[in-house]
């Protein structure tokens, strides 16, 4: 099954996921599914808006209806999954701005012309206070000291996209 397919699944159907004792979802291909699934909510703007700055600040009552839509969608133990699924969503909502300062913001136009060329899959409203948000002051003098700090960087991570916990549960189960 693939992450896109999630969404069209019938309403008394759940993907089913096996989590450890870390809280962690594992087996084969179920983190990348529920984790790739999550990266498509956290792009979509009725789901997770762009013009909050920073996850801690995105409003309950959005973090509930998106627990609701997890709860929906997939079947593991909820009270062990949600910090991590809520966690996985912050992230990749983080990544989804990250995205869209590099493909539109970098190239330091000016809002006109930033505003006229608005992504299709952003709201126009949240949009502009993205916009507002990335070009003022104190986010331009962050990102000098963040790029600062980032040439300092000596050693990369070379650990690929599975998690230490997914690696730890297949060396279990390889063993058996």
Not at 77 to 92: M, P
Not at 100 to 125: A, F, G, I, W
Not at 126 to 136: A, E, G, L, N, P
């Amino acid at each position: 099954m693939k992450a896109k397919q999630v969404w069209g699944l019938p309403t008394n159907l759940k993907v089913k996921l096996e989590i450890n004792q870390d809280n962690i979802v594992v087996g084969t291909n179920q983190s990348l599914l529920v984790t790739r699934f999550l990266g498509l909510v956290a792009r979509r703007k009725e789901y997770c808006p762009i013009d909050v700055e920073e996850w801690s600040q995105m409003p309950l009552s959005i973090k509930d209806n998106l627990w609701a839509l997890i709860k929906e969608k997939f079947s593991f133990n909820y009270d062990a999954g949600e910090y991590w699924a809520l966690k996985i969503l912050g992230k990749s909502w983080k990544r989804w701005k990250y995205d869209l300062r590099t493909k539109y913001l970098v190239s330091k136009k000016l809002k006109k012309e930033l505003l006229e060329n608005t992504p299709p899959e952003v709201d126009d409203v949240q949009w502009s206070k993205f916009i507002d948000h990335y070009q003022s002051d104190r986010m331009k003098e962050t990102s000098e000291k963040n790029t600062v700090k980032r040439k300092k960087l000596q050693i990369n991570h070379t650990g690929g996209t599975k998690s230490n916990q997914r690696r730890a549960y297949e060396m279990v189960c390889s063993n058996l």
